[in-house]
């Protein structure tokens, strides 16, 4: 009898620690920043598809500081995460993480950011070039074929700002009637937005379209030229929940709505066949559209 309970024991503590091993399976999210809808969206699809196959999401912000992000991707590296899923403060600076992942052979994903160096199983993003393109379509219809335009750019090295740039200055230049009049940064940040769009008008009285990298300077934007009433449109990217209310309300034009969610997802599908020896394509495109316009 005895030896049965010794056996039925082992058999318990067998299955107890397979168990606890399935709940270790950890992935890791480490986002550029938190203080952005764009990326909660993005961390709430992760989340979502982590917690449908099984696996334990560890999530941290680096608060748009490559040096925080470095010391994020450690972090969770110590925590014995089987997968770092990274979305880049800084396409260059990202390097340094994804090389601290690759040297204790933990796999790598990035996520609507690209990261310039080391070893990345995959990328899932939009096609950041094709967005910027179709921004720039939107205001060449809605102006003609001729216009002023303020270009809001976003984080300086992110490859998101980088690729949307070369999209809409690619596309506006089939228009020579229209010319970018100001391009300042204002790190895909509402209030930046806000700021930089106040300097740009008062040193430009003649302003036809903004188009900003993303919605959050968009609607920074937005109020400046509100506060200052002036009449111009504005398009934005992302298609955030206040951007298309925006765009409801006649405020913003339009805007190049991503499926941050989407990425998200895609994201902790494609570490789940990673971690399960399955090939998974370089890059993974999640499709882009038009709102507003109208």
């Excluded at 770092?84 to 992942?101: E, H, Q, T, Y």
């Excluded at 009637?177 to 930046?192: E, H, L, P, V």
């Amino acid at each position: 009898m005895g030896k049965f309970l010794g056996v039925a024991l082992a058999a318990m503590i067998a299955a107890g620690a397979t168990t606890a091993a399935q709940a270790a399976d950890k992935l890791a999210l480490v986002l550029s920043t938190l203080n952005n809808p764009f990326f909660v969206t993005l961390k709430d699809g992760a989340a979502a598809k982590a917690k449908e196959l099984g696996y334990d999401l560890v999530v941290l912000d680096s608060q748009n500081d490559p040096a925080k992000e470095l010391s994020n991707v450690e972090d969770v590296l110590n925590q014995n995460v089987k997968l770092v899923m990274l979305n880049p403060a800084d396409s260059d600076a990202a390097k340094s993480s994804v090389l601290a992942a690759n040297h204790k052979n933990v796999p790598v994903i990035t996520l609507d950011r690209s990261a310039n160096g080391g070893d990345v199983v995959t990328h899932i993003a939009s096609d950041n070039v094709a967005g910027g393109r179709m921004a720039a379509d939107l205001v060449i219809k809605k102006l003609g074929g001729k216009g002023k335009v303020v270009e809001l750019e976003g984080v300086p090295g992110a490859s998101a700002a980088r690729d949307r740039g070369k999209g809409f200055g690619d596309e506006l230049a089939t228009a020579p009637g229209i010319k970018i009049i100001a391009s300042q940064t204002a790190n895909f940040d509402r209030t930046q937005g806000l700021n930089v769009m106040e300097n740009i008008l008062q040193a430009q009285p003649d302003i036809d379209a903004v188009f900003a990298q993303n919605d959050e300077m968009a609607l920074g934007a937005v109020k400046a030229i509100q506060a200052a009433n002036r009449k111009m449109i504005v398009v934005g990217f992302d298609a955030t929940d206040d951007a298309r209310a925006a765009i409801k309300a006649g405020t913003m034009y339009g805007t190049i709505a991503q499926q941050p969610a989407m990425i998200g997802s895609l994201g902790v599908e494609a570490a789940d066949k990673v971690l399960k020896g399955q090939s998974v394509p370089k890059f993974t495109g999640v499709p882009l559209q038009v709102v507003g316009g109208g």
